[in-house]
């Protein structure tokens, strides 16, 4: 039943004779039940006119309760010209526009990077509108890695009519690897000594060493001294050689840091008013579909919706974006809220520039004056205690 079915109800006392009928044709049916003295059966489309003159012929009386398939859409068409023509013309658009380029998306956080991604697809002929199959796109993204410094690859790909551009970024090359000077590594916090990992220089310090910040913990200048004798004499050779100083230091040392909170803080006051702005969006460029200047200080929430065709996605969307005004107002606070604030301070201190560190011990002092509450903490630390630093050789 390829092309459609057609379901009858005929009156339920003549159902022998419609049995005998299709038995001894061998006509095709299915569904074939009786109910509430009816005898209801589904047919081939190409059957109906076969149906209809047994029925005629034999005095039953029967209704077409249903209709599936071509045939029936084929009458529907047929009885509105326009649906017809347009479904036409549907179908020529989806063929055509199935091997064009409708839209373009580049995928990088770096904006810079997306427009310039963007000229450089625009001057190869990868733009909306363009055939598929007239793109080098092996040739376009070789072109795109050449002149674009920022980007270390790239692979452009086609998924229906939609070319997306993954995009990676370079990474700068390692700081250490751009220098040239020889360096020493420092103490950059006065703590105590306890691993040491030397791939080059001259250590200074050793293990159970305490250590003030800024001293020279691994030094660049290598000093050798060679003991020989000559003539029966000890003779000493001193030479010095510089080199980048390598290595890690690890220890333990101690770090405070004040968290102030006054007795107010600042809240934001959502406006009861908000405002709706809508945008249309066509290929890359975007049409503001209003007139009125968007609030200073607003939250904006998009949405869109972006229009398709014979299941076609296609370049244009309508972006819906709600705006709601707010300011900022002072709100005094209490003693307790504000330990509270200072304790969240310390958290984000904590949580943003001692990450790196193992968190040996932590005290809390509180102080309160007529201003506000000063949260003082006390870390003790475990983590790097080195950092490398230039020097110039004298000559």
Not at 155 to 160: K, L, P, S, W
Not at 173 to 197: D, M
Not at 212 to 223: C, E, Q, Y
Not at 263 to 269: G, S
Request: glycine share 6%; charged share 30%; proline share 3%.
């Amino acid at each position: 039943m390829f092309f459609g079915s057609v379901t009858f109800e005929a009156d339920g006392s003549s159902a022998d004779r419609i049995y005998r009928f299709i038995s001894s044709n061998r006509l095709p049916a299915k569904d074939i039940h009786e109910a509430a003295g009816k005898v209801y059966l589904t047919v081939p489309a190409g059957l109906r006119k076969t149906f209809n003159a047994m029925f005629d012929i034999e005095h039953i009386s029967y209704s077409v309760t249903g209709e599936r398939g071509i045939s029936k859409l084929v009458k529907r068409l047929l009885a509105k010209k326009g649906l017809l023509i347009g479904t036409l013309l549907s179908f020529l658009a989806a063929l055509y526009f199935s091997g064009t380029v409708l839209c373009i998306e580049i995928q990088t956080d770096d904006p810079e990077v997306r427009k310039q991604v963007t000229a450089m697809l625009y001057e190869h002929g990868v733009r909306a509108g363009a055939r598929v199959s007239s793109l080098d796109l092996t040739k376009t993204e070789r072109a795109v890695r050449d002149r674009l410094d920022k980007v270390s690859w790239i692979g452009i790909t086609v998924e229906g009519c939609k070319v997306i551009a993954d995009v990676m970024l370079s990474t700068e090359k390692p700081e250490f690897a751009q220098k040239r000077l020889p360096t020493n590594q420092i103490a950059c916090e006065n703590g105590v000594v306890e691993k040491i990992e030397l791939t080059d220089g001259q250590l200074v310090t050793t293990v159970g060493s305490g250590v003030r910040k800024g001293d020279i913990l691994v030094s660049g200048k290598i000093v050798n001294e060679r003991v020989y004798y000559k003539n029966g004499e000890e003779r000493h050779d001193i030479y010095t050689r510089y080199a980048r100083s390598i290595a890690a230091v690890y220890g333990t040392f101690e770090r405070t840091e004040r968290f102030f909170q006054p007795y107010h803080t600042e809240k934001r006051i959502d406006s009861d008013d908000s405002s709706t702005r809508y945008m249309l969006r066509l290929f890359d460029a975007e049409l503001p579909l209003f007139f009125s200047s968007d609030p200073q200080t607003c939250i904006e929430v998009s949405s869109e919706s972006r229009l398709s065709f014979m299941g076609l996605e296609l370049p244009i969307a309508f972006v819906r974006t709600e705006l709601t005004g707010y300011s900022f107002a002072e709100v005094p606070i209490s003693e307790r809220e504000a330990r509270l604030l200072a304790a969240q301070k310390a958290e984000l201190y904590e949580r943003n520039f001692l990450s790196e560190y193992e968190l040996k011990d932590r005290k809390t002092e509180y102080e309160v004056t007529d201003e506000g509450v000063t949260m003082t903490v006390n870390y003790t630390l475990y983590g790097k205690l080195s950092e490398e630093v230039e020097f110039f050789i004298d000559k």
